[in-house]
């Protein structure tokens, strides 16, 4: 057999060693693996992201649902303490009839009094309410 046809490469100073090409294809298969689990945690570093937006507007939408129930709370308790000042509209209808009675009563004892001093009895007595008043004086003093 001649040099030439031998299928087998005799190793030349110019070759590299044969290791080298396994050590390649495992430093190929590593750098690959690193830049997907570099590509992994960039997505999951936007996720993060995105799930903090996330928290940060439920965290908004409780402190808004929080002071509004505060407000509802302090409207309520107004609602409540009006509903217990202001008697009910039957009370108020009871009251309003009451008072219309006293007036006219009073307006009846008025024009009693005025129809009374106007009598001649009461203008002929007047002088005996005049020394009564005048002796009730002298004798508390």
Known sequence: MSESASTEHEPTADDPPQGLHEGDAALDDALRQRDDASRAAAELQTRVQALVVQLDHQ???AANAARE???Y???LIDAEHRAAVIPDQSRVDELAAELAE???RLSDLEAELRFTHG???W????PLRSLRTRVSGRNSG
């Open 119 to 121: 009598t001649l009895s």
């Open 102 to 104: 006293v007036r006219q």
């Open 69 to 71: 129930r505060d407000d």
């Open 123 to 126: 203008r002929v007595t007047a």
């Open 73 to 75: 709370g302090m409207r």
């Open 59 to 61: 965290r908004s939408v």
